[in-house]
């Protein structure tokens, strides 16, 4: 099938063709009932459900498409959306709107020197030789280290920083943490997640450029609004999922007062009546990453019959 002549009326979203977003980017277009298959070595597939058509395209390069506008939403990280803006001139537009923060991904950018080396401080790099894939973060992070504002200095016409920075960066498409032992920089700029890659390449961290995690992106005009807001609402109920359980409990209704301050809910909790009318029951959403304390502290206060469900899905207000 000639796919791209099927592409008409359809809303193109763009999602990682391959590297760490993209499983986790898959499991929520499941959750989101986005069904596809991807025909092998093609980078569109379209949706069988739905007037959507899925791009697969590298997860640095989903913001300069979305951002010119033909492709209508995007899941990429926040450090290459970070990058496309810091690339983009201060009065350009970049054309990307960040809808929602996924919370998977999560990483930072940092800059990285050799663990015995003489550099401790950021600033023992000005000057030096700094090898990174976020060439426009790079930039506008030595920029300010050495003062000279973001883009172009007032009274220094347009030429750009690039042109006017003492610290010399280039750009390599991977495997940044090799450039120090190779005697190609002084220092990286790169992702860290675990530390491991860092720690095996004996560097360390000496700064953080930004904090990352991958987010859903739209263009500032997309072909089908309702569509898009569509389907963030149905990402957002499965991330909303992902991120609470459900609380039940008896409490005698003494208590209710104490125990529903420590289950607040969303909103309020649901109180439902039980046959003995000193009791109540209580249902309400919890943070599961505070799920274990809520428990000790309901127990503390003397709710029992603890149960925690998880949610499937949801939509909240
Ligand atoms: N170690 C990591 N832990 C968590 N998230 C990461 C990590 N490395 C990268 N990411 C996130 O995943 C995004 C894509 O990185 P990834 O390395 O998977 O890309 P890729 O498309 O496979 O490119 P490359 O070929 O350059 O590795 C990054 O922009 C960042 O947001
Ligand atoms: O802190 P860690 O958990 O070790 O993760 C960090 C590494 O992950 C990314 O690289 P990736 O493995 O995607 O390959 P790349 O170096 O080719 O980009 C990043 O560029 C680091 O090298």
Request: with cysteine; net charge negative; hydrophobic share 40%.
């Amino acid at each position: 099938m000639d796919l791209v002549n099927h592409l008409e009326g359809r809303l193109l979203f763009a999602v990682p063709k391959k590297g760490r977003l993209q499983q986790a980017t898959f499991d929520l277009l499941s959750g989101s009932d986005i069904q596809f298959r991807r025909e092998t070595r093609l980078d569109i597939a379209l949706v069988k459900n739905h007037p959507i058509a899925l791009v697969f395209l590298p997860a640095a390069d989903i913001p300069t498409f979305v951002g010119e506008g033909r492709v209508d939403l995007g899941i990429t990280g926040g450090d290459q959306v970070a990058e496309h803006e810091a690339c983009s001139s201060s009065t350009e537009e970049t054309g990307v709107e960040k809808v929602l923060d996924l919370g998977f991904g999560r990483c930072k950018l940092q800059v990285q020197v050799p663990e015995k080396g003489d550099i401790k401080e950021p600033e023992g790099l000005v000057g030096r030789n700094i090898v990174t894939s976020f060439v426009g973060l790079t930039e506008q992070y030595f920029a300010r280290l050495e003062d000279l504002g973001d883009k172009t200095v007032s009274g220094d016409g347009d030429v750009p920083v690039r042109n006017r920075l003492r610290t010399k960066i280039k750009y390599v498409g991977g495997s940044v943490e090799a450039a120090c032992a190779l005697g190609v920089a002084h220092g990286i700029v790169d992702l860290v997640e675990s530390g491991e890659t860092m720690k095996a390449a004996g560097l360390k961290a000496i700064d953080t450029v930004v904090e990352s995690t991958a987010i859903l992106i739209k263009s500032k005009h997309p072909s089908n609004p309702k569509l898009v807001d569509m389907i963030a609402s149905r990402i957002n109920g499965v991330i909303t999922a992902q991120k609470y359980v459900l609380c039940q409990y008896n409490v005698d209704r003494n208590l209710l007062e104490t125990a529903t301050k420590i289950t607040p809910g969303m909103r309020a909790p649901t109180i439902t009546a039980l046959e003995d009318s000193a009791w109540a029951a209580v249902s309400s959403m919890v943070l599961k990453e505070k799920i274990a304390i809520v428990m000790d502290e309901l127990t503390a206060c003397g709710a029992t019959d603890i149960l925690v469900l998880s949610i499937a899905n949801s939509r909240t207000g």
